[in-house]
T-cell receptor, first 113, second 116 residues
Framework: TQLLEQSPQFLSIQEGENLTVYCNSSSVFSSLQWYRQEPGEGPVLLVT?????EVKKLKRLTFQFGDARKDSSLHITAAQPGDTGLYLC?????????????FGKGTHLIIQP | GAVVSQHPSWVICKSGTSVKIECRSL??????MFWYRQFPKQSLMLMAT?????????EQGVEKDKFLINHASLTLSTLTVTSAHPEDSSFYICSARSTGPLPTQYFGPGTRLTVL
């Protein structure tokens, strides 16, 4: 069974600060996705990283996939109240996603104005 | 982007009744769909994989006779919660996996099930 350890689980910071969310595993993933979920809604895909060492940027969000494809990070620069939400990392295993995604426990992020 | 819909968005039922939830991929075909369950303040847990034209595969601990899955077409999968009990109350989310060079799972908006 592949497990994803996501940290921190809860984070509350002031507007304008930077933060990093980590997603770690002892298993290798063929790809890793980051989602954001609002209460009562389904997860919305932010990014997919596939190649070890890959870095992708989405405005103030920077996503990195570890060289060994076992870990990933999400860095938010100058956080804004609109960034508040549940952030989920999810890994796709060697089966290429045919077996479903393995989700981390999520990071509940609150950005205070 | 690809859109996945779920119906109903919420349902309240009495204990012992059955509830059917539909998951549709609106603008793409999905040979594989997935059903997840999410309890409050927790992450998503995979329940089962729904394959078009074949039997679903269930994760360990998920009762296949209680959670019936049918994937009758390339755009529709259904989850039926049979003889529902209060402990089945949860947020059920489906996803549809697109094909192509970078297959991606697109999630539906979820269905809130409350069993009284």
């Amino acid at each position: 069974t592949q497990l994803l350890e996501q940290s921190p689980q809860f984070l509350s910071i002031q507007e304008g600060e930077n933060l990093t969310v980590y997603c770690n595993s002892s298993s290798v993933f063929s790809s890793l996705q980051w989602y954001r979920q609002e209460p009562g809604e389904g997860p919305v895909l932010l990014v997919t990283v596939v190649t070890g060492g890959e870095v992708k940027k989405l405005k103030r969000l920077t996503f990195q996939f570890g060289d060994a494809r076992k870990d990933s990070s999400l860095h938010i620069t100058a956080a804004q109240p609109g960034d508040t939400g549940l952030y989920l990392c999810a890994g796709e295993g060697a089966g290429g996603g045919a077996d479903g995604l393995t989700f981390g426990k999520g990071t509940h992020l609150i950005i205070q104005p | 982007g690809a859109v996945v819909s779920q119906h109903p968005s919420w349902v309240i039922c009495k204990s012992g009744t059955s509830v059917k939830i539909e998951c549709r991929s609106l603008d793409f075909q999905a040979t594989t769909m997935f059903w997840y369950r999410q309890f409050p303040k927790q992450s998503l847990m995979l329940m089962a994989t729904s394959n078009e034209g074949s039997k679903a595969t269930y994760e360990q601990g998920v009762e296949k006779d209680k959670f019936l899955i049918n994937h009758a077409s390339l755009t529709l999968s259904t989850l039926t919660v049979t003889s529902a009990h209060p402990e089945d109350s949860s947020f059920y989310i489906c996803s549809a996996r697109s094909t192509g060079p970078l297959p991606t799972q697109y999630f539906g908006p979820g269905t809130r099930l409350t069993v009284l």
